[in-house]
């Protein structure tokens, strides 16, 4: 998905619908920065964060990627994935297109040693992860549990508790992450 398309998409829609910046992050719990990120296409947004600012825009997301696909077949180059640099660091790859009314996520991610990505907060009910370690170790904390995956090991986990991910080997440590995020049914969510 081209960055600069899906800013302008979003945009649109925002003044289509005669919101400021701080208004739609108020409808969608999003900070102002990584909206105007988003908008100018600074910034890759995952499919969670593509679902919050759908809903603060009222439409499916599906209209915020609309003529990128039409649903049944979504190839991602390569070139289109989305990188972020994190601090200490870390890097991530999000391997997956974006696919309307799926909220998964396949993720590469990278920790140089002595990186602590740290504590993502817990998903909604019925969210779950798949992490698989390519090279070096990982420890990834579920709640107050660590659990220390070396090179091939796995481990799945219900997401709907505080989890964090972090490099004390002395080598840099490669892993991924398969995410199936459902997002939470309270209204204002």
Sequence with gaps: MDLGVLGDR??????????????????????VSMLSSVERGDKAATVVLLDKIAQGLGTPIAELVAGQSDGRVIVRRAAEQDVADEPGGWRRTILT??????????????????????????????SHEFVVVQAGTLTLTIGADPYVLAAGDSLYFAADAPHGYANHGDTECDYHVAALIMRSRRPGS
């Design 10 to 31: 979003v945009r649109g829609l925002r003044l289509e619908r005669g919101l400021t910046l701080q208004q739609l992050a108020d409808h969608c719990a999003v900070s």
């Design 97 to 126: 297109p974006v696919v309307p009314g799926v909220n998964f996520e396949w993720i590469h991610s990278t920790l140089p040693p002595g990186c602590d990505a740290g504590t993502f907060a817990a998903y909604a009910p019925g």
